[in-house]
């Protein structure tokens, strides 16, 4: 129980049958603005959580249904389906027994800022988000599946201590993911928005990314962060990335990190660095898909470049070179 009160809110919880006896299970991940949860119980609970004020807070059940109470509203939530709640006023909750469910805790100023960067402009706060939320939709459904997808890795960590997400080049973009991901599957006043055509003034606002990315490739940059050093909102940036580029912005700064990933195998000693560290490092958490990846721009497998040897020059040969480009007009 420490682990929900620490990572999302004062919580008081009781059993609604005490006659059985209690197991509990919860995996969970805290990515700063974003925490993200899976929790088992055995028996029904009963959930009382304080005012969230500073904080937007999501639950949806994989196995069995509860019952919420918020702001004077009752949800009945089952599987494919789930409950938001504004950072306003209290929530209570009654579950029903052996029940699997995700929570999703997102700091009230990261999502409004979220969206504020997407539209760039200012935007009514709070968000006015609908109280419940379908899972079935494509876009409800996407979300769903990144927040089992951080889950997964919340209960890896538990297991083997290991996690791709302590790594802030893969946790950032996935961190803004959620959020941009519950933007597009909410309903409230300014989602039509999201979905309106959007001008791209211009190549300097490309240009300012793209140096920023080639300048600091080892940055954990999201797209968000990207809009902002562009100085135009994040769908002028990403509509003038589709246009000019023919990528979105995240498509090619990984570009930029596999340039350096093959450049740290061509050169790495095989007996001291694996192809899984140095991708690691350039935010490449999937072996198979970098390889796949890398076989496609390079032509052979990362293990093959990290095991051919380095060409080295005779002494003579690299002074002659030396000697000649001091003459090169």
């Known amino acids: ?131 419940s939320l379908n899972l079935a939709h494509p876009a409800g459904a996407n979300w769903a599946r990144l927040v089992r997808l951080l889950a997964t890795e ?19 973009p996935l961190h803004d993911a959620v959020l941009d991901g519950l933007l597009q599957a909410s309903d409230h006043p300014d989602r039509d928005a999201l979905e309106e055509p959007v001008h791209a003034w211009g190549t300097a606002p490309v240009h300012r990314a793209i140096d920023a990315m080639h300048a600091h490739p080892d940055h954990p940059f999201t797209p968000a962060d990207l809009a902002q050093i562009a100085s135009c909102s994040l769908r002028s940036l990403q509509e003038g990335f589709r246009r000019y580029v023919g990528l979105t912005p995240m498509q090619y700064l990984r570009q930029i990190r596999l340039e350096h990933a093959h450049h740290d195998l061509a050169h790495a000693d095989p007996t001291h660095n694996s192809v899984t560290d140095i991708a690691y490092h350039w935010g490449f958490h999937h072996p198979g898909r970098f390889a796949t990846t890398y076989r496609t721009t390079y032509g052979q497998s990362p293990s093959h470049t990290l095991q051919r040897p380095v060409p080295r020059r005779r002494a003579k040969d690299q002074h002659c070179s030396e000697v000649a480009r001091s003459y090169d007009p």
């Not at 700063?32 to 028996?43: C, D, E, I, M, P």
């Not at 609970?45 to 639950?59: G, P």
């Not at 890896?156 to 290991?162: F, K, L, P």
């Not at 791709?164 to 080049?169: K, S, V």
């Open 1 to 131: 129980m420490a682990a929900v009160g620490e990572n999302y809110f004062t919580t008081s919880m009781h059993l609604i049958d005490r006659r059985v006896p209690y197991r509990f299970r919860f995996d969970g991940i805290n990515l700063g603005a974003l925490s993200v949860g899976k929790a088992w119980y055995n028996v029904g609970i009963d959930i009382a959580m304080t005012d969230l004020e500073t904080s937007y807070y999501v639950n949806f059940p994989q196995i069995g249904g509860l019952l919420a109470e918020h702001r004077g509203r009752s949800l009945n939530i089952a599987p494919g389906c789930a409950a938001v709640y504004q950072p306003i006023g209290g929530v209570h909750m009654r579950t029903s027994g052996d029940i699997t469910s995700y929570a999703v805790r997102i700091d009230r100023a990261a999502l409004e800022n979220q969206l504020a960067a997407r539209l760039g402009r200012r935007i009514h706060r709070p968000l006015a988000l609908s109280l």
């Open 154 to 172: 919340a209960a890896a960590y538990r297991i083997t201590g290991r996690t791709a997400l302590t790594n802030p080049l893969i946790a950032a």
